[in-house]
C-alpha cells in the first residue's frame, strides 16, 4: 500500500493501480481486507474525481465500473457480510442507486440464508433497514422489517473437551419470519409412533382375515365331508336293501 500511496501521491494512478493489483494477486496477504478497502476507496476517490471535473460520458463509466468490478472480485474470494454491507451501501451512496443496494442486499441475504448464519443475517438486515430509512419508501421499509427475525431466549448443555456435562446456559436465538419451520424432536418421534401404530394395526387385520379364511375353510372342509359322509350312508343303506 505504501508504495502504491507514492505513485498515486505523485498523480501515477495507473501505476498505483498496477501496485495495488500485483497485491491483491499474491497468494497469501497478512492484512487483506485493508488493502482490499485501500484499492476500492482509491477507486471511489477516482469516481468522486470524474464527478467533480464535470466530465462529460460519467455516468456508468469506467471508474464506477471498476468500483462494482472490485467489489465482485472480492465477493469470489470470501462473502463476508461486511463485503455486503459495504458493497450495498456504496450503491446506495450514488444517485438513484438504491435499486443497486437492494439488489446486493438480496443476493447477500440470500447467500447468508443458506449458510444459516443467523447473527450475520441480521447484521446485514439492520444496515437494510437503516438506508431504506434514511433513502427508501414507506413500502420498501416495510418489505425489509418483515425480514427482521424474533429474538428467543433459550437453554442449552454446556459439554466440556472431556465430554462430561458442564450445566445449563442461557443463549439468544433468532427465529426468521421466511424460514422453513422445521419439526422438533417430539413432532419427529410422535410421527414415528403414528407409523409404527399405523403398520401394526395393518398388520394385525391381515392376521385377523386369514384367521377367519381358516376358519371358514374349516368349516366349509368340515360341511363337505359332512355331506359326503351322508351319502355314503344312503348308498350303503340303498345295497343293502
Known amino acids: 500500500m505504501d ?13 498505483g493501480r ?16 485493508r488493502l ?18 464535470g466530465e462529460e460520458g460519467r455516468g456508468e463509466g469506467r471508474e464506477e465500473g471498476r468500483v462494482r468490478a472490485l467489489y465482485e472480485r472480492l465477493l469470489e474470494r470470501t462473502k463476508h457480510v461486511k463485503v455486503w454491507i459495504s ?12 435499486e443497486g443496494a437492494r ?4 443476493r447477500g441475504y440470500a447467500h447468508l440464508k ?19 430509512k434514511e433513502q427508501g419508501d414507506r413500502a420498501s421499509l416495510a418489505a425489509v422489517e418483515a425480514k427482521v ?3 428467543l431466549k433459550k437453554k442449552r448443555m454446556v459439554v466440556g473437551e472431556d465430554g ?3 450445566g445449563w446456559e442461557e443463549y439468544y436465538d433468532y427465529a426468521f419470519p421466511d424460514d422453513e419451520v422445521r419439526p422438533s424432536g417430539l413432532a419427529i418421534l410422535q410421527k414415528a409412533q403414528a407409523w409404527k401404530d399405523a403398520l401394526a394395526k395393518a398388520k394385525a387385520g391381515g392376521s385377523q382375515q386369514e384367521g377367519d379364511a381358516g376358519t371358514k375353510g374349516g368349516a366349509g372342509k368340515r360341511k363337505r365331508e359332512g355331506e359326503a359322509g351322508e351319502e355314503g350312508e344312503e348308498e350303503g343303506a340303498d345295497r343293502g336293501s
Not at 502504491?4 to 498523480?11: C, M, R, S
Not at 482490499?36 to 468522486?48: A, H, M, Q, S, V
Not at 458493497?87 to 438504491?98: D, F, I, P, S, W
Open 3 to 15: 508504495m502504491a500511496g507514492l505513485e498515486i501521491g505523485v498523480g501515477e494512478r495507473e501505476r
Open 103 to 106: 439488489a446486493v442486499f438480496e
Open 164 to 166: 462430561r456435562e458442564e
Open 36 to 53: 482490499w478497502k485501500y484499492y476500492i476507496d482509491f477507486e471511489i476517490e477516482g469516481e468522486d474525481g470524474w464527478e467533480d471535473r
Open 18 to 33: 498496477a501496485v495495488l493489483e500485483l497485491a491483491i494477486n499474491q497468494p497469501a496477504l497478512d492484512m487483506p481486507e
Open 114 to 132: 443458506a449458510q444459516e448464519l443467523k447473527e450475520e443475517r441480521l447484521l446485514l438486515l439492520e444496515a437494510w433497514r437503516a438506508l431504506e
Open 87 to 98: 458493497y450495498a451501501t456504496y450503491e446506495g451512496g450514488r444517485e438513484g442507486g438504491m
Open 149 to 151: 427475525p424474533q429474538r
